[in-house]
């Protein structure tokens, strides 16, 4: 019984490793600076309840197999493995937009193996994952609410809509090219029929009152409402139709988010790291953005880094681009790699060398694109 109770302990460790690490920063900068009202003021609140509101209502939408259904009509409209493809992976560049990444993935990549399986196509399952991966991650980087970092650095930095779209669309827009060729590699096989290949139903009305409930989260991103008024609207309305949805909320996010929010808090008053980091940063802060979030994923690199610099454009383009590269350069990645590694844990191997091959190409393209844009907007 104690050894069972061990190996869930040990896998609760490693599932939630970065919100382990972030409250463990927190606590040892916690002897530094002694815990006091102020840590309350290190924390953005309102960060966490649109993150949260955004999470109720996106399970919502699985809850209705929104995702699954448009998945299912891109499948039937394929007539031929590469069309498949390329409809696989625009769809999940689509939706980690306004769903974000991880969302795109946990509700794709299962239906890609299903499907592939059932055309007799599997062989290519590892590289339409792999680019549906990056798709997932260039995708959300073009919306506020693509993904936590965006969220973050948006409201920390008090962005305008315009402001955040000028700067990333560039770089989006490059990084769909580069997927639409990368699929080029896949040949025209034709696929059977394939009518009727699930039988969800969604359920019409719960689907628009949580398309009225993602509105107003997202105004309460652009601050058209205030995000205490969005907060306790969704859960007004969720609590009304399904309250099940608030155990589908990944908290160990928000506590995560609280765990970095105190340790940069802390260590910002220490004089001697505040000033190491800070002339870290004025060296490049593209360049030391993207390389951190190689270590540490893009998540905290975001909250890290943005309490020892203004310049938002070069971290924002950083900790996006800087999601490609290593399996833990955003923590969607490692989603893909559990969920092919759990259907076939052989090719484990097979599967991380190509997307480290193919994320270490699209680091280095959208890179250099992100530099040549950044001279641009000194020029």
């Known amino acids: 019984m104690e050894a069972a109770s061990m190996r ?17 920063m927190a606590i040892i900068s916690a002897f530094f ?22 999470m109720v209502v996106v399970a919502g939408f699985k809850k209705v197999k929104a995702f699954e259904l448009a998945a299912e009509w891109v499948a039937q409209k394929s007539r031929h493995i590469r069309q498949l493809a390329l409809g696989i992976i625009l769809l999940t560049y689509v939706l980690a937009m306004f769903m974000t990444n991880d969302v795109a993935l946990i509700t794709l990549v299962p239906f890609t193996l299903i499907v592939l399986e059932k055309v007799n196509e599997s062989r290519y399952a590892i590289l339409i994952i792999v680019l549906q991966t990056i798709a997932a991650n260039i995708g959300s980087s073009l ?63 719960r689907f628009f009152v949580y398309c009225l409930l993602f509105a107003i989260s997202v105004l309460a991103v652009f601050k058209v409402i205030p995000y ?17 949805l608030f155990g589908q909320v990944d908290y160990s996010l928000l506590v995560t988010f609280i765990g970095f929010f105190i340790f940069v808090g802390n260590i910002s008053k220490i004089e001697y790291v505040r000033d190491f980091l800070s002339q870290l940063l004025n060296r490049s802060e593209f360049a030391i953005s993207v390389l951190t979030s190689q270590i540490i994923s893009n998540v905290p690199a975001a909250v890290l880094l943005s309490g020892f610099t203004d310049n938002y454009r070069e971290l924002l383009l950083g900790v996006n681009v800087g999601g490609m590269g290593t399996l833990i350069a955003s923590l969607a ?3 893909s790699y559990k969920l092919y590694t759990k259907a076939h844990p052989k090719l484990s191997g097979r599967f991380f060398k190509v997307f480290t091959a193919f994320n270490v ?17 000194k020029a």
């Open 8 to 24: 869930k302990v040990l896998n609760w460790l490693k599932n939630e490793l970065v919100m382990v690490a972030a409250c463990v």
């Open 33 to 54: 600076v002694p815990p006091s009202r102020a840590y309350l003021e290190y924390i953005d609140e309102d960060v966490l309840l649109c993150l949260f509101c955004l």
């Open 143 to 205: 919306t506020p609410m693509g993904n936590p970092q965006n969220l973050y650095l948006f409201s920390r930095y008090g962005l305008g809509l315009s402001q955040f779209l000028l700067l990333m669309t560039p770089i989006v827009a490059l990084g769909g090219i580069l997927l639409v060729l990368s699929t080029l590699l896949i040949e025209k096989k034709p696929l059977p029929a394939m009518e009727n290949m699930t039988s969800y139903a969604m359920d019409r009305k």
């Open 228 to 244: 205490l008024w969005a907060g306790i609207i969704v859960t007004f309305f969720v609590l009304i139709m399904d309250r099940r």
């Open 333 to 335: 990645s490692v989603i």
């Open 361 to 377: 190409i699209f680091l280095i393209l959208l890179g250099a694109a992100a530099l040549l844009l950044l001279n641009l907007f």
